[in-house]
């Protein structure tokens, strides 16, 4: 399949497998939504390939002209969902490489019960203050390589959902946004956990959080084990390292805690600027305390000055620089 250059409008599509031979698509040009937000705001996906395999995506640009849903949104009026900009769903052997998102009403990109993915040299953008437009979104997917990507938007730059295994992320650009988030986790009470995830050689600036892992105050089987965060640097980033067990959005949680068990969470070379006095922030869970989290060679300042860290219900190690002081208990 191939895309000229050119601009291109079109409303949501779904391209629907089993296929025999592998997908190629070159875009050349960009395609664009229409300009009326309704006419995909409840489709859910704007461009969505399930059940197809082999599928290669390479260059382009996605622009979903999502300014007046955006606005909707924040006006409190009646509002259609919002789609997603692109989608993979059951697909195995994906490669996207070269393609630049702007403007997503909702997601970016999203990757649903996927395996052997590798994402590259992807630019997404939207701005800071348009809502839920998270950079690339993955859960129940295993395998999954994000390199070279650069992120600006008004959400998750990743968001990593239940059920992702086996996620390697390097030389990542994030900000604005909410930084890169594994969750938000225990919503359900039956629900997969997230293990084998590595973010290296990245950065931060001016995103409201760095190295972020969520799970609502309720009661779950959920888990998280076997995070490894290494070499990156912060600018002025609100919470640069931060686990919150607490995650309660509008308000309206159970009055519970949350059983969603962390462990072996490494923080190696973490250096920078963080926007707020407390850079490093550990509220787990007092039920189901974080264990086995790693610190080395932290170094954060806030305003030339020493910054500090909070913990609660969290144990592990430190070693080499720590700036601030460690709060953990061994």
Same mark, same amino acid.
């Given at each position: 399949?191939?895309?000229?250059?050119?601009?291109?409008?079109? +409303?949501?599509?779904?391209?629907?497998?089993?296929?025999?031979? /592998?997908?190629?698509?070159?875009?050349?040009?960009?395609?664009?939504?229409?300009?009326?937000?309704?006419?995909?705001?409840?489709? %859910?996906?704007?461009?969505?390939?399930? +059940?197809?395999?082999?599928?290669?995506?390479?260059?382009?640009?996605?622009?979903?002209? %999502?300014?007046?849903?955006?606005?909707?949104?924040?006006? *409190? /009026?009646?509002?259609?969902? $919002?789609?997603? @900009?692109?989608?993979?769903?059951?697909?195995?052997?994906?490669?996207?490489? %070269?393609?630049?998102?702007?403007?997503?009403?909702?997601?970016?990109?999203?990757?649903?019960?996927?395996?052997?993915?590798?994402?590259?040299?992807?630019?997404?953008?939207?701005?800071?203050?348009?809502?839920?437009?998270?950079?690339?979104?993955?859960?129940?997917?295993?395998?999954?390589?994000?390199?070279?990507?650069?992120?600006?938007? $008004?959400?998750?730059?990743?968001?990593?959902?239940?059920?992702? !295994?086996?996620?390697?992320?390097?030389?990542?650009?994030?900000?604005?946004?909410? *930084?890169?988030?594994?969750?938000?986790?225990?919503?359900? &009470?039956?629900?997969? *956990?997230?293990?084998?995830?590595?973010?290296?050689?990245? &950065?931060?600036?001016?995103?409201?959080?760095?190295?972020?892992?969520?799970?609502?105050?309720?009661?779950?089987?959920?888990?998280? !084990?076997?995070?490894?965060?290494?070499?990156?640097?912060?600018?002025?980033? +609100?919470?640069?390292?931060?686990?919150?067990? =607490?995650?309660?959005?509008?308000?309206?949680?159970?009055?519970?805690? @949350?059983?969603? /068990?962390?462990?072996?969470?490494?923080?190696?070379?973490?250096?920078?600027?963080?926007? #707020?006095?407390?850079?490093?922030?550990?509220?787990?869970?007092?039920?189901?305390?974080?264990? *086995?989290?790693?610190?080395?060679?932290?170094?954060?300042?806030?305003? =030339?000055?020493? &910054?500090?860290?909070?913990? /609660? =219900?969290?144990?592990?190690?430190?070693?080499?620089? #720590?700036?601030?002081?460690?709060?953990?208990?061994?």
């Amino acid at each position: 399949m191939y895309v000229p250059q050119g601009r291109f409008v079109i +409303k949501a599509v779904v391209f629907r497998g089993p296929c025999k031979n /592998k997908i190629n698509v070159q875009i050349d040009g960009t395609i664009v939504a229409p300009a009326d937000y309704r006419a995909l705001g409840n489709t %859910g996906n704007w461009i969505l390939f399930i +059940k197809v395999n082999r599928v290669t995506i390479i260059g382009g640009t996605l622009d979903a002209r %999502g300014a007046n849903f955006w606005n909707c949104r924040k006006s *409190g /009026k009646n509002c259609p969902e $919002g789609a997603r @900009s692109i989608t993979f769903k059951w697909v195995n052997r994906l490669k996207v490489s %070269g393609l630049t998102s702007i403007n997503s009403q909702a997601a970016h990109l999203v990757i649903n019960r996927c395996n052997n993915v590798m994402v590259r040299n992807v630019r997404l953008n939207a701005p800071d203050q348009s809502p839920n437009t998270d950079g690339i979104h993955i859960q129940t997917s295993t395998g999954v390589t994000i390199t070279g990507t650069t992120i600006k938007t $008004g959400d998750d730059c990743v968001s990593i959902g239940p059920g992702t !295994r086996n996620l390697w992320m390097e030389r990542i650009q994030c900000g604005p946004g909410h *930084g890169i988030s594994i969750g938000s986790l225990g919503k359900d &009470a039956n629900e997969e *956990g997230v293990q084998n995830i590595t973010l290296i050689n990245s &950065a931060f600036t001016g995103s409201d959080n760095g190295l972020r892992i969520k799970a609502w105050a309720r009661l779950t089987n959920s888990f998280v !084990r076997n995070i490894v965060y290494q070499n990156i640097q912060m600018r002025n980033v +609100k919470n640069p390292i931060i686990i919150d067990q =607490n995650y309660c959005p509008n308000n309206r949680c159970p009055h519970q805690t @949350s059983g969603v /068990k962390i462990t072996g969470v490494t923080y190696k070379n973490v250096q920078g600027t963080s926007a #707020s006095q407390v850079a490093v922030t550990f509220d787990c869970s007092p039920t189901r305390p974080c264990t *086995g989290i790693k610190l080395h060679d932290v170094k954060l300042s806030y305003l =030339n000055r020493e &910054a500090r860290s909070t913990c /609660k =219900n969290s144990g592990g190690t430190t070693s080499g620089i #720590s700036m601030p002081n460690s709060c953990l208990k061994k």
